[in-house]
């Protein structure tokens, strides 16, 4: 059974190791804010200029001037820090950034992103990505594992313009986590009652698959 959108982020918070600072792309991983593992303490950066980002607020906590870059209300944590773009980018640029999580239309087992335009259709401009992909130590995309119309988003090359090219490290779509490494998809985890053979199927790029497959755990 494919993996709901806050079951992907469920499983991406499992990335974050204690003292992580983490940026959080706009959709799927804006969730993993709310699904950080108990004893894990990490920062979360937004680029519009917030360092300690918390879940998303109750109707109590909503604060309209709080936000991420997505334009969502958010929560600030204890040591939180407010500041201008330039100081956000400063960091992300300087390679201060542990984790970027990002969403993607595609990627390919060249490890290269592509999460900002489809031609002929409006696109208000790629954001923080850009930098992001550069100056980020790892880089973990979250999308679904097909299009709406059952196309893999796991291509042997991307077809659409690309963010980044060979930086992305991690995939974890609604079936399965998967590495990118020897220009390949390396199948680690599968999402808890899908096959193998589904994957498969829904895998464009090569996909190398080991003896044995855990499902996730959560």
Known sequence: MALTRDQIATRVAQEFKD???????????????NFVPNGISVM????????GMGPNPTEEQLDADMINAGKETVTAVTGASIFSSAESFAMIRGGH????????????????????MIPNKLIKG?????????????????????????????????????TGVNCITKIITDLAVLEVKNK????????????????????????VVPDNVPEMQF
């Open 97 to 116: 950034v542990d984790i970027t999580v990002l969403g993607a239309f595609e990627v390919d087992v060249n490890g290269n992103i592509a999460s900002w």
């Open 184 to 207: 390949a998809y390396y199948l680690l985890e599968r999402a808890p009652g899908v096959t193998v053979e589904e994957i498969k199927e829904k895998t464009a790029g090569e996909l």
């Open 19 to 33: 003292g992580d600072y983490v940026n959080l792309g706009i959709g799927i991983p804006t969730l993993a804010a």
């Open 126 to 162: 790629m954001g923080g990505a850009m930098d992001l992909v550069a100056g980020a130590k790892n880089i973990i995309v979250t999308m679904t594992h097909a299009d709406k119309h059952g196309n893999s988003k796991l291509l042997a090359e991307c077809t659409l313009p690309l």
């Open 44 to 51: 979360l950066q937004s680029e519009n200029g917030l360092l």
